[in-house]
Structures are given as structure tokens and as C-alpha cells.
């Protein structure tokens, strides 16, 4: 089948899964003129066999509340592909996980693990619970619950979890310690676990830190760097939070943050004092960012808007799947945005990205601009099957390598003819052609 058909007939055969279907309409886009030149890809079906993912589990959680009452949560783990390497992906915990949203994720996984330059496969899992509003009691029994069916299905040289929206170093390590208990061993099967038990320095900071990198690569391209530039920052996550230190730290100034109700805009900037705030009010306190303009009452507070409205020199969605439309990218053109580097999964919608490359701005999608978090995974997956542990300084030097190097592949395999980079075209057919041959020397399997 052309790519054309393998498109057509995923929509036909998986209906109700839009985030899937428009994760693989923009790789197959991409590398179509690529594929092309190699008819040994088409006689394997090899299109086809790269878009369905190798094995879904689909499984049932149980838990009890605080007050006795029990409750149930769908859980799933999407093993995409392992041509290169273990399984490897996060795990998302939110109400609109649905396994079409994880097929996405899973699906753009593989291309951003292969290109980290590590050999890892591609996956993702996550259940529809919501950490929100529950007791950390209530988090560590769901988290048990999930892994004790997880367990059997994952494993150090198989599959190995980490966090995403939802799950962090608390949920890590409540399913860590599950997973310990359940198999009576002590092995590397998760990562962004907690520094005293094998997890990595520099892992939480990465995905965040990554994203900068890369959007200085860019930048350097045209001559530019970030000091005294403008920069708008969506989430108040993980990501958005190292995000807006290393942003920081370089010299740019943070105008706004999000979380799913609405965003802060600080007119002085969100600076490192600010930014503790934050970081207390979201990890401490798990409270929410509208709290920000009782703090610092000259910042405003939009209810249930994006920031993308606010005029700035550079936009750094971190916080969720299409959440930057057509409309919010003209806004951003119009107000002069020169640059748009994703910390965020896919959070451009197809109309937006158009947007971008018509304006020939400087725009990198997540999969290469925040394969950043799990690059370092890859170095604490490294660190564990060594039995050793490097320090904050070694890794943050490999990540930054590591970015430079997914800038320079990017750049290898999207140039256009005129100059201008097309970041989504470069990174797809990079990460296409790694696994392509991985599979291809690997037989029908
Ligand atoms: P967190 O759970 O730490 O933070 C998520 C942030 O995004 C929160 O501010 C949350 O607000 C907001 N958010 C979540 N869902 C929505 C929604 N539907 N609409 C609007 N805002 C929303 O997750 P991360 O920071 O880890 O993840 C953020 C993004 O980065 C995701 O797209 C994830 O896939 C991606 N990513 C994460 C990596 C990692 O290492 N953690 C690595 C690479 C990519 P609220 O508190 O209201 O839910
Ligand atoms: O989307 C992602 O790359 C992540 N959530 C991190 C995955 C990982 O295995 O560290």
C-alpha cells in the first residue's frame, strides 16, 4: 500500500481516534517524496507495518478512595515499535486519555526516540484517572493497582514507563515500589525515579532544558540568542517549569504560564523569585496558576484563554495536544513571534504549523524539540544497567549534545531549496529512516 491507502484505511479501520490519525497524516506527508526513492520499503509494506503499533494491553484498575468507596479507571500500555531498541515512552494520567490519544503518542515516540541517537523503541501508556484532587493515599493505591496488572507486560530490557502529563516523581516512585514488590527485583524498568533509587541528575530539568537547547540551535541560525527576548511559556507542569528556568538563566524574559483553566500574564516578567512561587504553588501545594495574580497582584489572570494573544518574540507550548490553533498562530505572526519551539506533544494543530512555514518563522515540533526528557531517560536507563550514577554536570553535557545533534539532523533533512529549515519534514525523515532500516534488516516480524 502507498502512503495514501495505509491513511485511508487506518481511518477506516480506527475511526475515532483524530489525534492518531493526524500524528501519522503529518510523518506520512513528510517523508512520502523519501519513501519514494526506496521501492525495497513498499514491497515490505513497510508504511503500513510502521503506523499500527505492534501491541496494545488494554486493562481494568480497581481502587478504593479515601472513604471506602471503590472505583474503576481503564488502563493501557500502546507498544509501538522496538525496531531500534526496548520499548520506551511515558505514562499520561488525565481524564481525556483515551487509546487513540496514547497511539499518538506512542506513535510519535518512535520517531523522537530515534532520534536521540539512543537506541530506544517507542511506547506510551496512561490510564484516565486524574491525580487532581486526590490524597497522595488515594495516588499511591490507584498507582499499585495499575502497575499490579502492568507489571507482567513491561520490564528493564522490554519496556520501560516514565512520567508525562499526570506522573511525576511521586507517581514514579509509588509505581516503582509496586513493581518491586510484585517481581522481587530491582531493575532500571522505569525511569524518572528518584535520585536515591537509581534515578538520573538533570532528569526532571530535561525535557524543559532540552527545548531551550534546541531553540538556541535555532536561533544561531539566524544570528540570534535569547537575551532580553520575550517568551511565552503555556503549562505550569514540569515542562513549562524548566522551560522557564533555562529561559531565564539565558537571558529571556517569561510573560506567561497555563494551566487547563486558564493563564497568567506578568507584564514585569516571571522571574526566578516568581518562578519558586510557582513551583511551590504546582508541586507542593498541586494548587492552581489563577493563584499567581493574588501573589503578585500586577499580573492578570485570563480565565479559560490561551496566551497565545500576548505579544512576544518567541511561543514555547508545554502543556498539552493541540492546544495552538490557525487563529493563534496568525496572532502570533501578527505580533512578530519569531520563533515557536514545542515542549508540548503536538500542541500546533496541522492549520497552525501551515501558518508557521507559510510565515517561514522558526518552528520545531516536540518531537525533536522535547525529545530532551527522554534523552536523559535513555542516560538513566545507561547509568542503571552500569550500576552507577554520573554527575549533574555529565549529563546536562550529553543532553545538550544530544539536542545539537537533532538540530543538525533536522537541518540535514529539511532544508528547502530557498534555506529555509523545515524542522517537521527534517525530523520525521531522520527518525523514519533509522527505524525503516532497523525493520527492514530485521525480516517480516
Ligand atoms: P504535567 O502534568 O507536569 O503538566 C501539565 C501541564 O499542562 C499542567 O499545567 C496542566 O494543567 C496543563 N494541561 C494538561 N492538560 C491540559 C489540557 N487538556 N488543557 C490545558 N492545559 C492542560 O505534565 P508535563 O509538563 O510533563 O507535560 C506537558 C507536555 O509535555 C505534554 O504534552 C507531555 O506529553 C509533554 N512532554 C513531557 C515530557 C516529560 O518528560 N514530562 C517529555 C516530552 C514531552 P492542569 O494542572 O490544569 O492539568
Ligand atoms: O513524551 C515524552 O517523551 C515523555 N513523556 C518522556 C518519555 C520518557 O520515557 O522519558
Not at 478512595?65 to 511515558?90: C, E, F, L, S, W
Amino acid at each position: 500500500m502507498n502512503a495514501v491507502q495505509v491513511l485511508e484505511d487506518l481511518k477506516r479501520r480506527f475511526p475515532n481516534e483524530p489525534e492518531y490519525h493526524q500524528a501519522v497524516e503529518e510523518v506520512l506527508a513528510t517523508i512520502e517524496e523519501e519513501y519514494n526513492k526506496h521501492p525495497e520499503f513498499e514491497k515490505a509494506n513497510l508504511i503500513e507495518r510502521l503506523c499500527v503499533p505492534e501491541r496494545i494491553y488494554t486493562f481494568r484498575v480497581t481502587w478504593t478512595d479515601d472513604k471506602g468507596n471503590v472505583h474503576t479507571n481503564m488502563g493501557y500500555r500502546v507498544q509501538h515499535n522496538n525496531a531500534i531498541g526496548p520499548y520506551k515512552g511515558g505514562l499520561r494520567f488525565h481524564a481525556s486519555v483515551n487509546v487513540g490519544i496514547l497511539k499518538f503518542l506512542a506513535f510519535e515516540q518512535v520517531f523522537k526516540n530515534a532520534l536521540t541517537t539512543l537506541p530506544m523503541g517507542g511506547a506510551k501508556g496512561g490510564s484516565d484517572f486524574s491525580p487532581r484532587g486526590k490524597s497522595a493515599a488515594e495516588v499511591m493505591r490507584f498507582c499499585q493497582a495499575f502497575m499490579l496488572e502492568l507489571h507482567r507486560n513491561i520490564g528493564a530490557d522490554c519496556d520501560v514507563p516514565a512520567g508525562d502529563i499526570g506522573v511525576g516523581g511521586r507517581e514514579v516512585g509509588y509505581m516503582f515500589g509496586a513493581y518491586k514488590k510484585y517481581t522481587r527485583e530491582f531493575t532500571g524498568v522505569l525511569t524518572g525515579k528518584g535520585l536515591e533509587f537509581g534515578g538520573s541528575l538533570i532528569r526532571p530539568e530535561a525535557t524543559g532544558y532540552g527545548n531551550v537547547y534546541f531553540l538556541m540551535e535555532m536561533l544561531k541560525t539566524r544570528g540570534l540568542d535569547l537575551k532580553g527576548k520575550s517568551v511565552l511559556i503555556s503549562g505550569s507542569g514540569n515542562v513549562a517549569q524548566y522551560t522557564a528556568e533555562k529561559v531565564l538563566k539565558l537571558g529571556g524574559k517569561v510573560l506567561t504560564l497555563s494551566d487547563s483553566d486558564g493563564f497568567v500574564y506578568d507584564p514585569d516578567g516571571i522571574d526566578r523569585e516568581k518562578l519558586d512561587y510557582v513551583m511551590e504553588l504546582k508541586n507542593v501545594y498541586r494548587g492552581r496558576i489563577r493563584e499567581y495574580v493574588e501573589q503578585y497582584p500586577s499580573a492578570q489572570y485570563y480565565e479559560g484563554q490561551k496566551p497565545w494573544g500576548i505579544k512576544a518574540d518567541i511561543a514555547l507550548p508545554s502543556a498539552t495536544q493541540n492546544e495552538l490553533n490557525g487563529e493563534h498562530a496568525q496572532m502570533l505572526v501578527a505580533n512578530g513571534c519569531i520563533a515557536v519551539s514545542e515542549g508540548a506533544n503536538m500542541p500546533s494543530t496541522p492549520e497552525a504549523v501551515r501558518v508557521f512555514h507559510d510565515a517561514k518563522i522558526l518552528y520545531a515540533p516536540g518531537k525533536a524539540a522535547n525529545a530532551g526528557g527522554v534523552s536523559v531517560s535513555g542516560l538513566e536507563m545507561s547509568q542503571n544497567s552500569g550500576r552507577l550514577s554520573w554527575s549533574a554536570e555529565e549529563v546536562d553535557r550529553r543532553l545538550h549534545e544530544i539536542m545539537e545533534n537533532i538540530h543538525g539532523a533536522c537541518v540535514k533533512y529539511g532544508t528547502d531549496p530557498d534555506g529555509y529549515v523545515n524542522y517537521v519534514k527534517g525530523a520525521n525523515i531522520a527518525g523514519f529512516m533509522k527505524v525503516a532500516k532497523a525493520m527492514m534488516a530485521q525480516g517480516v516480524i
